[in-house]
T-cell receptor, first 108, second 116 residues
Framework: TQLLEQSPQFLSIQEGENLTVYCNSS?????LQWYRQEPGEGPVLLVTVVTGGEVKKLKRLTFQFGDARKDSSLHITAAQPGDTGLYLCCTNDYKLSFGAGTTVTVRA | DTGVSQDPRHKITKRGQNVTFRCDPISEHNRLYWYRQTLGQGPEFLTYFQNEAQLEKSRLLSDRFSAERPKGSFSTLEIQRTEQGDSAMYLCASSLVGAGTTDTQYFGPGTRLTVL
C-alpha cells in the first residue's frame, strides 16, 4: 500500500492546455516534495511545500499544500512539450517515500 | 560540480550472475542513498550512508544485496546471484546534512539492470 496516492496515473494533453495532478494521503506530513523525472534520468526536485495551505509558483507550475497537510496538487498552465515527464510527490524525510507518479505527455 | 554520476548506465546480465554498480556523489556531500525503481512505480528506498557508515537498510535489501562506501566518497551496490525480479532502475542520490543545510537529495541518472 502506497503511503502517497497519486492521480491520475497517466495524462495526455495538447500543448497549451492546463493540467492538474494530485497527491493524497490519510497521513499528515510536515512537508511534501515534488520531483519530475524524464525517461532514462533520475528525479529532479521541483519544490518543497511546508506550510498547510501554502501555494508556491515556479514559472507555469503552481504547487499547493492542503490545509490539513495531507494532500498536495501541481497545476501546470499552458503546458509545453518540455513539461513531459513523470511527476512524483514524496515525503520530505531523510529516506524519501514516493508515490507511484503521474506520467504527463504534452503533445505538440 | 558535475552532479551525481552512476556507472554503468545500463547492464544486461543472465540470471545467477553477480553485478556491481558504482555511484559517485556530489563532492563533499556526506550522505549517499540507494533507491530502486520498477516500471510504473516511484523510487523505493534501499539503504543510505552517512560518510562511510551504513545507517539503515530497507527490508527490500535481501542478503543478496550489499552496499559499501569505503572512504565516504563513492559507493558500490552489489547484487549476487541475480534474479529476474531484480530487473529495475537503481538510483543513487546524495545530500549534504549539517548546520544550515536542508538535506535536499540530488539524484544520479540511474543504472538500468535487466536480468535475462
Amino acid at each position: 500500500t502506497q503511503l502517497l496516492e497519486q492521480s491520475p496515473q497517466f495524462l495526455s494533453i495538447q500543448e497549451g492546455e492546463n493540467l492538474t495532478v494530485y497527491c493524497n494521503s490519510s497521513s499528515v506530513f510536515s512537508s511534501l516534495q515534488w520531483y519530475r523525472q524524464e525517461p532514462g534520468e533520475g528525479p529532479v526536485l521541483l519544490v518543497t511545500v511546508v506550510t498547510g495551505g501554502e501555494v508556491k509558483k515556479l514559472k507555469r507550475l503552481t504547487f499547493q499544500f492542503g490545509d490539513a497537510r495531507k494532500d498536495s496538487s501541481l497545476h501546470i498552465t499552458a503546458a509545453q512539450p518540455g513539461d513531459t515527464g513523470l511527476y512524483l510527490c514524496c515525503t520530505n524525510d531523510y529516506k524519501l517515500s514516493f508515490g507511484a507518479g503521474t506520467t504527463v505527455t504534452v503533445r505538440a | 560540480d558535475t552532479g551525481v554520476s552512476q556507472d554503468p548506465r545500463h547492464k544486461i546480465t543472465k540470471r545467477g550472475q553477480n553485478v556491481t554498480f558504482r555511484c559517485d556523489p556530489i563532492s563533499e556531500h556526506n550522505r549517499l542513498y540507494w533507491y530502486r525503481q520498477t516500471l510504473g512505480q516511484g523510487p523505493e528506498f534501499l539503504t543510505y550512508f552517512q560518510n562511510e557508515a551504513q545507517l539503515e537498510k530497507s527490508r527490500l535489501l535481501s542478503d543478496r544485496f550489499s552496499a559499501e562506501r569505503p572512504k565516504g566518497s563513492f559507493s558500490t551496490l552489489e547484487i549476487q546471484r541475480t534474479e529476474q525480479g531484480d530487473s529495475a532502475m537503481y538510483l543513487c542520490a546524495s545530500s549534504l546534512v549539517g548546520a544550515g543545510t536542508t538535506d535536499t537529495q540530488y539524484f544520479g541518472p540511474g543504472t538500468r539492470l535487466t536480468v535475462l
